[in-house]
Nanobody
Framework: QVQLQESGPGLVKPSQTLSLTCTVS??????????YGWIRQPPGKGLEWMGA???????YYNPALKSRTSISRDTSANQFTLQLHSVTPDETAVYYC???????????WGQGTQVTVSS
């Protein structure tokens, strides 16, 4: 059974870079036809897809965040990382990593990690 676990700082200052890591167990992140992505949910709001990285090829991003977002991976550690630059307080949210498949559905999610952007 695939499991995902987010990790990273819970507090980031405005204008700095938010960096989170997702560690995957029970499956390799290079397994064909799966992709791994990040989703966030600000308090009182809906889910927002941020971007994803497929089993091969380049990452793709929410157009609204593309200029500030990067998703990389470390295949030896079976991890993938989100970097979001120049964060603002309204980007305070619970950040989730998740695995999607060919149906387009994120079927497996991490438990989420709270990130607060505040000085």
């Amino acid at each position: 059974q695939v499991q995902l676990q987010e990790s990273g700082p819970g507090l980031v200052k405005p204008s700095q870079t938010l960096s989170l890591t997702c560690t995957v167990s029970g499956a390799y992140i290079t397994t064909n036809y799966y992709y791994y992505g990040w989703i966030r949910q600000p308090p009182g709001k809906g889910l927002e897809w941020m971007g994803a990285r497929p089993y091969s090829g380049s990452a793709y991003y929410n157009p609204a965040l593309k200029s500030r977002t990067s998703i990389s991976r470390d295949t030896s550690a079976n991890q993938f990382t989100l970097q979001l630059h120049s964060v603002t307080p309204d980007e305070t949210a619970v950040y989730y990593c998740a695995r999607g498949d060919s149906t387009g559905i994120f079927a497996h999610w991490g438990q989420g990690t709270q990130v607060t952007v505040s000085s």
